[in-house]
């Protein structure tokens, strides 16, 4: 039998995100941030490629997407919903790292297996800020579609997109869990 690192099966068992709706101040500072960086970028990645990088966004930097989600969301005529939702996602939160997939040209690694080491990357980063002892959530929205908005908001160029923002803090509650997937329902045993 293989050792076991029991203490990181049972994390990932019971690892539950935070929602950005209750993270507040402190957030991780950039010394705190790092070794969370670090684990993120150890996620698999197919030829070497690093089709992902990493723009950590702070209280300013935060405030100013908050207002640039007001106004291309008013230019594209969405749903004032929509819009103060998408706001509140920046405006209230201590701090968010937003994972950008870099589509690398390659030969041999197809562009989905680049987009499937972003999403890694983002679960990855998820789970080592929550083992980490903060708070953390994976979010998008439409934000995160939107080319014009990363263009101008994020400096986002034409052959990257966001794969999550995920935001960090310090939970203000801890939620309660919610229901998981019937494993037995979605899992086919093959032995021939």
């Not at 939702?85 to 040209?105: I, N, Y």
């Not at 983002?122 to 995160?144: R, T």
Request: glycine letters at 6%.
């Amino acid at each position: 039998m293989p050792d076991a690192n029991t203490a990181v099966l049972e994390f990932l068992l019971t690892r539950r995100s935070r929602p950005a709706k209750i993270l507040q101040a402190p957030a991780p500072d950039r010394a705190a941030l790092l070794p969370i960086l670090t684990a993120a970028a150890r996620t698999p990645d197919h030829g070497k490629l690093e089709p992902w990088r990493f723009i950590v966004l702070e209280r300013a930097a935060l405030q100013r997407l908050a207002e640039a989600v007001e106004t291309c969301g008013a230019e594209t005529e969405r749903d004032s919903e929509d819009i103060a939702k998408a706001r509140k996602q920046f405006e209230d939160s201590p701090l968010c790292v937003a994972v950008v997939e870099v589509r690398k040209p390659s030969e041999k690694i197809p562009a989905i297996e680049q987009t499937y080491s972003a999403g890694a990357v983002c679960l990855a980063l998820l789970n080592a800020a929550l083992a980490s002892g903060w708070g953390a959530n994976w979010l998008s929205g439409w934000p995160s579609h939107d080319s014009g908005f990363c263009r101008s908001a994020l400096g986002l160029k034409d052959d990257e997109r966001v794969a999550g923002f995920i935001h960090i803090g310090t939970a203000s509650s801890v939620p309660p869990d919610r229901p998981r997937p019937d494993i037995d329902a979605i899992t086919t045993w093959v032995d021939a």
